[in-house]
């Protein structure tokens, strides 16, 4: 669902994703995979949410989890 929700925000011109965070790097590999073919920038990547959270640069965070 993750991924739903980002695709469908990258659809505004002015919202670029600047950072992936998942505990499986098969994930983030699949995830930076399909954002190359919609935008050129390259995103942060993290292993661990905290990081994530610490970074002062990003404005947003889109959070997907299991719906069980």
């Given at each position: 669902?993750?991924?739903s929700?980002?695709?469908s925000i990258l659809k505004m011109?002015?919202?670029?994703?600047v950072g992936i965070c998942d505990?499986?790097?098969?994930v983030i590999d699949k995830r930076?995979?399909?954002?190359?073919?919609?935008?050129?920038n390259k995103p942060?990547?993290?292993g661990d949410y905290r990081e994530l959270l610490n970074d002062q640069s990003?404005?947003?965070i889109?959070?997907?989890t299991p719906d069980h």
């Open positions: 669902m993750g991924w929700n980002t695709s011109a002015d919202v670029d994703l505990v499986d790097q098969n930076l995979a399909d954002y190359s073919k919609v935008r050129s942060k990547t993290y990003i404005d947003a889109i959070i997907g």
